[in-house]
């Protein structure tokens, strides 16, 4: 393995193996699914790592994340012609239904899992070991993908880890934003919502139905 290249759709837990494949390897981070394709197509040697995670809670943190940002960011994919994402809404209003009411009608709810669709043709991977949450990969060129889901990553990510045959973890973000967990804890979603992001072809490529019904649960 000569370079890690964490490449995600963003919110899907892999600060903590960025930072920590930095220590050890050269390490590049990107969103683009064309740097992706470029990477699997034309370069060698690489570990490629991608978290996947429930649309839901991934699209919410993502919107705190990005709503400052002035600017188009590295989210390039098809659908946005590869310029990125415009996600900014200045300073949000101290009141939490107004933020409520602002992120689920001016967010383009999407895209997320536009990025999973192409990640799907990029890599034609067929099949993904649901139950346990984590499969690995092996391409052309000596290219390697991991691929998790954040839901049960605590239960993958030593195995994750030995792979990379690293012991000392970095922990990657923890949101501490106050107001973000307010309105994660209030937040409801009609079930047109879930199930425009949860009955997807994409979403169930990755989570068994147990899974799915548990995140139906959870926001209903």
């Given at each position: 393995m000569e370079r890690v290249c964490v490449v995600t759709p963003a919110k899907t837990g892999t600060a903590t193996f960025l930072r920590t494949c930095e220590k050890h390897y050269k390490t590049i981070h990107s969103h683009n699914l064309n740097f992706l394709k470029n990477v699997l197509n034309n370069s060698t040697n690489n570990t490629i790592i991608t978290g996947i995670r429930d649309p839901i809670a991934r699209n919410l943190s993502y919107f705190f994340q990005t709503h400052n940002d002035d600017f188009y960011n590295d989210f390039k994919i098809k659908e946005n012609d590869y310029k990125g994402?415009?996600?900014?809404?200045?300073?949000?209003?101290?009141?939490?239904?107004?933020?409520?009411?602002i992120y689920l009608n001016k967010t383009n709810h999407n895209s997320y899992n536009d990025w999973l669709k192409e990640f799907l043709e990029i890599t034609n991977i067929k099949s993904f070991n649901k139950e346990k949450g984590l499969q690995i990969y092996k391409f052309n060129n000596?290219?390697?993908?991991?691929?998790?889901?954040?839901?049960?990553?605590?239960f993958n990510e030593k195995e994750i880890l030995d792979y990379l045959n690293i012991d000392?973890?970095?922990l990657g973000n923890i949101n501490k934003n106050k107001i973000y967990q307010n309105v994660r804890n209030k937040i409801k979603y009609e079930k047109s919502h879930l199930n425009q992001l949860l009955s997807t072809n994409?979403?169930?490529?990755?989570?068994?139905?147990?899974?799915l019904e548990i995140m139906f649960n959870k926001y209903k």
């Open positions: 994402e415009y996600c900014y809404l200045g300073k949000l209003p101290s009141n939490i239904n107004e933020i409520i009411d000596n290219n390697t993908l991991i691929l998790y889901t954040l839901e049960k990553l605590n000392n973890v970095v994409e979403i169930d490529f990755f989570y068994t139905k147990k899974d």
